[in-house]
């Protein structure tokens, strides 16, 4: 197995340090973050907002916690994850990466991470000494071999829909992943922050308990819901996992507001009735549509072709630039991305051959059309040069 190569953190910008260098420009499309603009049933909600205080004030935690799992299983279509063993509700998805984190060190686990993916998973499970190495999307996607990596391995950790990529799992090789962890009694570890991006055809939950494989699950809202980053990381694990990671848990958290799982539990409510096409899928697709009419179609990496989640994967291949300088000049026009190589973590110090920037597409549409427009206009400049 190729160990994990570990960069100076002091010597480079983390990929969450140019999402904050983003929030200075004009046009920021660096961070992934749900800031589109509110739907009209959606600025509903925000105008019930005293009326949601009081409901949820009338709530003991433990019934504000069963109702916002109850309200994302009807969204996502599971009947399975309402009787799930454990039910962990943190602020953000990074909390509970840090949770894992903390769990996996706590077993001196070998962890095969996705990669490329958002380098904070990378980051947070090294701060806490975890051995990380990387499984790529072909691996994991079942274009090369997987097994003789999960025979060396005690943990998989995949991000599935995979951020930046956009890359999702087909029920068939879900359960081909699950049946192999449980041969090679390999615990699975999935971040899904991005699943509300794709249908919901088939439940993951479902095929996890019913298989008896080891496993944890989060979840995120912070990438859908235009909810001023108001957002929970719902946290699921089999049984086996259950002790340890309450007891963890307990040490650092004792709930979330109730008034935030009240709120967004109408979001949730809000996207069932008007269905995920209407209420998200639709509008990432416009945002898409229009990235790709102003840019072009070759400057997507073909790797994310057919991604559906809210941000894009472009290649500066054909115009001859690395993602640093693209990003240091972009952001001198003043739009933030993120660079390419913050993604891939096991060889983020590496200065050559990354030729690929991250750009969001959920943003209000005036800033989304600023930044796309000096986008072309500097990809038709560096063209020419």
């Given at each position: 197995m190729t160990v994990a190569r570990t960069a100076d953190p002091a010597?480079?910008?983390?990929?969450?340090?140019?999402?904050?260098?983003?929030?200075?420009?004009?046009?920021?499309?660096?961070?992934?973050?749900?800031?589109?603009?509110?739907?009209?049933s959606q600025a509903e909600i925000v105008e019930r907002m005293s009326d949601l205080w009081a409901y949820s004030e009338a709530q003991s935690i433990p019934e504000s916690t069963q109702i916002y799992v109850d309200r994302y299983a009807d969204l996502i279509g599971s009947a399975y994850l309402p009787d799930a063993s454990t039910h962990l509700i943190l602020p953000t998805a990074s909390n509970s990466i840090d949770l894992v984190a903390a769990y996996l060190k706590l077993r001196h686990s070998r962890v095969l991470l996705t990669h490329p993916t958002f380098d904070n998973l990378a980051l947070i499970l090294r701060r806490r000494g975890v051995d990380l190495y990387p499984v790529t999307e072909p691996e994991v996607a079942g274009a090369l071999?997987?097994?003789?990596?999960?025979?060396?391995?005690?943990v998989l950790f995949l991000v599935n829909p995979n951020n930046p990529t956009g890359t999702n799992l087909s029920k068939e090789r879900f359960e081909e992943i699950v049946h192999a962890c449980l041969r090679h009694d390999v615990m699975l570890v999935i971040d899904t922050s991005f699943r509300l991006f794709y249908p919901q055809n088939w439940d993951d939950y479902q095929i996890l308990h019913e298989s008896g494989v080891s496993f944890i699950l989060f979840e995120d809202t912070g990438k859908v819901f235009p909810t001023q980053d108001m957002k929970a990381s719902?946290?699921?694990?089999?049984?086996?996992?259950?002790?340890?990671?309450?007891?963890?848990?307990?040490?650092?958290?004792?709930?979330?507001?109730?008034?935030?799982?009240?709120?967004?539990?109408?979001?949730?409510?809000n996207a069932r009735?008007?269905?995920?096409?209407?209420?998200?899928?639709?509008?990432?697709?416009?945002r898409r549509s229009r990235a790709r009419e102003m840019l072009g179609e070759e400057v997507i990496d073909p790797t994310a072709r057919d991604s559906r989640i809210s941000v894009e994967w472009i290649s500066t291949s054909n115009i001859g630039q690395s993602d640093k300088t693209v990003t240091a000049e972009l952001h001198e026009r003043g739009v933030g991305v993120l660079p390419g190589r913050g993604f891939f973590w096991n060889r983020a110090d590496e200065e050559a051959g990354v030729s690929n920037i991250r750009m969001s597409l959920m943003k209000p549409e005036p800033e989304f059309e600023r930044g796309l427009e000096i986008l072309a206009n500097y990809f038709a400049e560096v063209t020419h040069r």
């Open positions: 010597q480079r910008k983390t990929l969450t340090d140019y999402e904050q260098i983003g929030f200075s420009v004009e046009a920021n499309l660096a961070d992934g973050h749900a800031y589109q603009g509110l739907s009209h071999p997987l097994a003789p990596k999960l025979a060396e391995t005690d719902l946290f699921t694990c089999s049984p086996d996992n259950r002790a340890a990671l309450h007891e963890i848990y307990n040490e650092i958290y004792l709930c979330v507001s109730k008034f935030t799982l009240a709120v967004l539990g109408d979001f949730f409510d009735r008007e269905g995920l096409d209407q209420s998200v899928h639709s509008l990432v697709a416009q």
